[in-house]
Protein backbone atom coordinates (compact mmCIF):
# COMPACT_ATOMS: atom_id res chain seq x y z
CA UNK A 1 0.00 0.00 0.00
CA UNK A 2 1.04 3.04 -0.85
CA UNK A 3 1.88 5.86 1.02
CA UNK A 4 1.08 8.57 -1.29
CA UNK A 5 -2.95 8.29 -2.28
CA UNK A 6 -4.24 10.20 -4.69
CA UNK A 7 -7.89 10.80 -6.19
CA UNK A 8 -9.67 10.51 -8.01
CA UNK A 9 -7.97 7.99 -10.24
CA UNK A 10 -9.73 8.31 -13.38
CA UNK A 11 -11.29 11.87 -14.35
CA UNK A 12 -12.88 12.42 -17.74
CA UNK A 13 -13.73 16.78 -17.95
CA UNK A 14 -15.01 18.97 -20.61
CA UNK A 15 -12.81 21.67 -21.95
CA UNK A 16 -15.24 24.35 -19.64
CA UNK A 17 -15.34 22.39 -16.91
CA UNK A 18 -13.75 23.33 -13.15
CA UNK A 19 -11.37 19.93 -11.52
CA UNK A 20 -9.43 19.42 -8.85
CA UNK A 21 -6.81 16.54 -8.15
CA UNK A 22 -6.19 15.80 -4.74
CA UNK A 23 -3.13 14.23 -3.31
CA UNK A 24 -2.48 12.96 0.37
CA UNK A 25 0.49 11.86 1.78
CA UNK A 26 1.32 9.92 5.13
CA UNK A 27 4.59 9.45 5.77
CA UNK A 28 5.93 12.53 7.29
CA UNK A 29 7.08 14.49 4.42
CA UNK A 30 7.90 17.89 3.55
CA UNK A 31 7.93 18.33 -0.16
CA UNK A 32 5.62 17.39 -2.68
CA UNK A 33 5.36 16.77 -6.18
CA UNK A 34 2.91 17.02 -9.15
CA UNK A 35 4.49 15.01 -12.18
CA UNK A 36 2.65 14.47 -15.52
CA UNK A 37 3.64 11.35 -17.80
CA UNK A 38 2.11 11.66 -21.27
CA UNK A 39 2.29 9.03 -23.90
CA UNK A 40 5.91 8.75 -25.39
CA UNK A 41 6.90 11.50 -23.48
CA UNK A 42 9.69 11.49 -20.07
CA UNK A 43 8.01 12.21 -16.96
CA UNK A 44 7.78 16.13 -16.61
CA UNK A 45 8.08 18.10 -13.44
CA UNK A 46 5.07 20.93 -12.81
CA UNK A 47 5.50 21.90 -9.38
CA UNK A 48 7.60 21.77 -6.14
CA UNK A 49 6.17 22.46 -2.62
CA UNK A 50 9.09 22.22 0.52
CA UNK A 51 7.40 23.19 3.76
CA UNK A 52 4.01 24.37 2.00
CA UNK A 53 6.07 26.75 0.10
CA UNK A 54 5.92 26.22 -3.60
CA UNK A 55 9.51 26.45 -4.39
CA UNK A 56 9.40 25.15 -8.58
CA UNK A 57 7.21 26.08 -11.46
CA UNK A 58 8.43 24.47 -14.63
CA UNK A 59 6.79 26.78 -16.78
CA UNK A 60 3.18 25.21 -16.68
CA UNK A 61 0.25 27.30 -17.91
CA UNK A 62 -2.07 28.98 -15.98
CA UNK A 63 -4.92 26.62 -16.38
CA UNK A 64 -3.17 24.43 -13.72
CA UNK A 65 -2.66 25.83 -10.39
CA UNK A 66 -1.20 23.85 -7.52
CA UNK A 67 -2.56 24.46 -3.73
CA UNK A 68 -0.59 23.04 -0.61
CA UNK A 69 -2.79 23.90 2.60
CA UNK A 70 -0.60 21.81 4.78
CA UNK A 71 2.36 19.60 4.63
CA UNK A 72 0.53 16.20 4.18
CA UNK A 73 -1.95 17.57 1.30
CA UNK A 74 -1.64 18.71 -2.14
CA UNK A 75 -4.67 19.79 -4.71
CA UNK A 76 -3.85 20.40 -8.49
CA UNK A 77 -6.94 22.44 -9.59
CA UNK A 78 -7.73 22.45 -13.47
CA UNK A 79 -9.80 24.99 -15.46
CA UNK A 80 -9.87 25.23 -18.66
CA UNK A 81 -7.89 22.67 -20.24
CA UNK A 82 -6.96 20.99 -23.47
CA UNK A 83 -7.39 17.43 -24.99
CA UNK A 84 -3.31 17.47 -24.97
CA UNK A 85 -3.31 18.03 -21.29
CA UNK A 86 -4.95 13.94 -21.12
CA UNK A 87 -2.18 12.42 -19.13
CA UNK A 88 -1.13 10.38 -16.24
CA UNK A 89 -0.49 12.90 -13.20
CA UNK A 90 1.49 12.11 -10.00
CA UNK A 91 1.82 13.55 -7.05
CA UNK A 92 5.08 12.67 -4.82
CA UNK A 93 6.64 12.90 -1.54
CA UNK A 94 9.69 13.67 -0.02
CA UNK A 95 11.91 14.29 3.29
CA UNK A 96 12.54 17.98 2.99
CA UNK A 97 16.38 17.02 3.11
CA UNK A 98 16.27 13.76 1.49
CA UNK A 99 16.32 13.27 -1.94
CA UNK A 100 13.97 9.61 -2.43
CA UNK A 101 10.64 10.57 -3.72
CA UNK A 102 7.51 8.38 -3.22
CA UNK A 103 5.08 8.47 -5.83
CA UNK A 104 1.06 7.61 -5.57
CA UNK A 105 -0.77 5.54 -7.83
CA UNK A 106 -1.55 8.96 -10.21
CA UNK A 107 -4.86 10.52 -11.08
CA UNK A 108 -5.51 9.43 -15.12
CA UNK A 109 -6.70 12.45 -16.62
CA UNK A 110 -8.94 12.52 -19.98
CA UNK A 111 -10.07 15.94 -21.29
CA UNK A 112 -12.88 15.90 -24.34
CA UNK B 1 22.84 19.84 -16.30
CA UNK B 2 22.01 15.81 -15.14
CA UNK B 3 20.45 13.64 -17.89
CA UNK B 4 20.24 9.80 -17.72
CA UNK B 5 20.02 7.41 -21.37
CA UNK B 6 18.23 4.47 -20.64
CA UNK B 7 18.73 1.51 -23.01
CA UNK B 8 16.12 1.38 -25.70
CA UNK B 9 12.86 -0.70 -25.95
CA UNK B 10 10.80 -2.42 -25.52
CA UNK B 11 12.52 -5.33 -24.37
CA UNK B 12 10.99 -9.26 -24.92
CA UNK B 13 12.07 -12.09 -22.50
CA UNK B 14 10.84 -15.34 -21.98
CA UNK B 15 10.00 -16.19 -18.57
CA UNK B 16 13.06 -17.09 -16.48
CA UNK B 17 15.61 -15.34 -18.95
CA UNK B 18 18.26 -13.35 -17.61
CA UNK B 19 17.61 -9.00 -17.83
CA UNK B 20 19.72 -6.34 -18.08
CA UNK B 21 18.07 -2.84 -18.79
CA UNK B 22 21.11 -0.50 -18.82
CA UNK B 23 21.09 3.09 -17.71
CA UNK B 24 24.16 5.47 -17.79
CA UNK B 25 24.29 9.03 -16.41
CA UNK B 26 25.93 12.67 -16.70
CA UNK B 27 25.71 14.76 -13.04
CA UNK B 28 27.58 17.00 -11.35
CA UNK B 29 28.59 16.19 -7.66
CA UNK B 30 27.03 13.12 -6.16
CA UNK B 31 24.03 12.21 -7.08
CA UNK B 32 21.68 9.31 -6.07
CA UNK B 33 20.40 6.68 -8.72
CA UNK B 34 17.00 4.64 -8.41
CA UNK B 35 14.85 2.38 -10.17
CA UNK B 36 11.40 3.07 -10.38
CA UNK B 37 9.02 0.82 -11.68
CA UNK B 38 5.56 1.26 -13.26
CA UNK B 39 3.25 -1.85 -13.53
CA UNK B 40 0.00 -1.79 -16.38
CA UNK B 41 -2.20 1.29 -15.22
CA UNK B 42 -0.55 2.46 -11.80
CA UNK B 43 1.57 5.01 -10.50
CA UNK B 44 5.14 4.42 -10.30
CA UNK B 45 6.92 2.38 -7.64
CA UNK B 46 10.74 2.69 -5.77
CA UNK B 47 12.17 -0.61 -7.25
CA UNK B 48 15.74 0.02 -5.69
CA UNK B 49 18.46 3.01 -4.71
CA UNK B 50 22.17 3.27 -3.97
CA UNK B 51 23.47 6.77 -2.90
CA UNK B 52 27.22 6.45 -3.30
CA UNK B 53 29.39 4.78 -5.98
CA UNK B 54 30.09 1.26 -5.14
CA UNK B 55 26.90 0.72 -3.61
CA UNK B 56 24.46 -2.45 -4.66
CA UNK B 57 20.56 -1.63 -4.36
CA UNK B 58 18.31 -4.91 -4.35
CA UNK B 59 15.21 -5.52 -3.84
CA UNK B 60 12.46 -8.33 -5.07
CA UNK B 61 15.91 -10.22 -6.55
CA UNK B 62 16.63 -6.82 -8.89
CA UNK B 63 19.66 -5.32 -8.27
CA UNK B 64 22.09 -2.65 -9.68
CA UNK B 65 25.54 -1.65 -8.72
CA UNK B 66 26.32 2.78 -8.77
CA UNK B 67 29.82 2.53 -11.14
CA UNK B 68 31.01 5.94 -10.71
CA UNK B 69 33.72 5.23 -13.28
CA UNK B 70 31.34 4.03 -15.81
CA UNK B 71 28.78 6.69 -14.55
CA UNK B 72 26.41 3.49 -15.11
CA UNK B 73 23.71 2.07 -12.87
CA UNK B 74 22.52 -1.22 -14.92
CA UNK B 75 19.48 -3.16 -13.97
CA UNK B 76 19.85 -6.60 -13.74
CA UNK B 77 17.68 -9.66 -12.76
CA UNK B 78 18.87 -13.40 -12.92
CA UNK B 79 15.15 -14.80 -13.90
CA UNK B 80 12.31 -12.76 -14.96
CA UNK B 81 8.83 -14.02 -14.30
CA UNK B 82 5.52 -12.80 -16.12
CA UNK B 83 4.91 -10.40 -13.03
CA UNK B 84 8.01 -8.15 -14.03
CA UNK B 85 6.05 -7.11 -17.26
CA UNK B 86 6.14 -3.43 -16.64
CA UNK B 87 7.77 -0.07 -17.63
CA UNK B 88 11.34 0.31 -15.96
CA UNK B 89 12.74 3.90 -15.26
CA UNK B 90 16.60 5.45 -14.35
CA UNK B 91 16.56 7.93 -12.25
CA UNK B 92 19.16 10.30 -11.06
CA UNK B 93 18.50 12.62 -7.35
CA UNK B 94 20.46 15.50 -6.88
CA UNK B 95 18.64 16.56 -3.36
CA UNK B 96 20.22 18.44 -0.89
CA UNK B 97 23.73 18.35 -2.44
CA UNK B 98 21.86 19.56 -5.66
CA UNK B 99 21.73 22.70 -3.63
CA UNK B 100 18.11 22.59 -2.81
CA UNK B 101 16.06 20.93 0.38
CA UNK B 102 14.12 19.08 -1.77
CA UNK B 103 14.27 16.02 -3.67
CA UNK B 104 15.54 16.86 -7.65
CA UNK B 105 15.06 13.78 -10.11
CA UNK B 106 15.72 13.28 -13.89
CA UNK B 107 14.23 10.51 -15.23
CA UNK B 108 15.53 7.96 -18.40
CA UNK B 109 12.65 7.78 -20.79
CA UNK B 110 11.93 4.25 -19.58
CA UNK B 111 11.77 1.03 -20.66
CA UNK B 112 9.28 -1.25 -21.50
CA UNK B 113 10.10 -5.01 -20.42
CA UNK B 114 7.40 -7.80 -21.61
CA UNK B 115 7.90 -11.42 -20.26
CA UNK B 116 6.01 -14.28 -21.94
CA UNK B 117 5.05 -17.55 -20.51
Excluded at chain 1, 11 to 32: I, R
Aim: charge should be negative.
Amino acid sequence: ETGVTQTPRHLVMGMTNKKSLKCEQHLGHNAMYWYKQSAKKPLELMFVYSLEERVENNSVPSRFSPECPNSSHLFLHLHTLQPEDSALYLCASSQETGNTIYFGEGSWLTVV
Amino acid sequence: GNSVTQMEGPVTLSEEAFLTINCTYTATGYPSLFWYVQYPGEGLQLLLKATKADDKGSNKGFEATYRKETTSFHLEKGSVQVSDSAVYFCALGSGSAGGTSYGKLTFGQGTILTVHP
